[in-house]
């Protein structure tokens, strides 16, 4: 039984890894394909679940309708990147990682909001790939309001904050800042980032 399964696994994983690896679909074909409105509000009479779609909206369940269009750069603002050691990136973005990890298990007791909730934060991250490798049309940046209530994480007894913040997924571009001083060149990188990403992507095993 565990052999007939591992075999299935092995046949299906390698079917997705040289599919991937011999024609990588352009980004834009899986969103085409998959779009569409997806509610989720009370999805099966789930209760935690009302209101989910006011968010981001029933049919931008990934986020994917953040554009160009909905991005304000704040251009009083000039951030220049500097460089840090891999392992420094590696930790802060661990700790965000645990952070999503915390707020999901902690924060939602029912199951299928539990699912529902990371899948959505998974997707809508993913986009990003897209901006690093100017598929996107957004520039890589952040905003700037947003990523401001990292400080507000933690009550002052460091259990995890309910405040309502205010905002929504339709907030998210108001306050963009873009950094410059990569070293991204037209002339290169679309090759380069391109070779770089389908060799990560070989990389991740477990999907
Ligand atoms: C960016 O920097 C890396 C590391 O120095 C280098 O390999 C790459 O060629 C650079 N890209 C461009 C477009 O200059």
Known sequence: ????????????????????????APAT????????SH?????????????????????????????????????EKEVVCHSESVEIIQQRLLVLQEMAKRIISEQI??????????????????GFSRDL?????????????ISSYFSNFYNSDSSLSTNDWGFS?????????????NNWSNSHSFSSVGNAYRTARNAVTKF
Do not use: W
């Open 39 to 75: 509610s989720f509000d009370n999805y099966d009479g789930i209760s935690s679940l009302s209101g989910f779609d006011n968010f981001y909206g029933s049919d931008n369940f990934d986020n994917s309708h953040f554009s160009e269009s909905s991005i304000t750069v704040v251009k």
């Open 109 to 126: 007791c029912e199951v299928e909001t539990q699912t529902v909730v990371f899948e959505q934060f998974h997707s809508s991250l993913h």
């Open 169 to 181: 997924g339709h907030d998210l571009g108001h306050s963009y800042v873009v950094p410059s001083g």
């Open 1 to 24: 039984m565990f052999a007939k399964l591992a075999a299935i696994l092995f046949v299906a994983l390698s079917a997705f890894s040289t599919g991937a690896a011999a024609a990588p």
């Open 133 to 145: 490798r100017r598929a996107s049309g957004r520039g890589v940046g952040y905003d700037s309001g």
């Open 29 to 36: 074909s899986e969103l085409v394909a998959r779009g569409g």
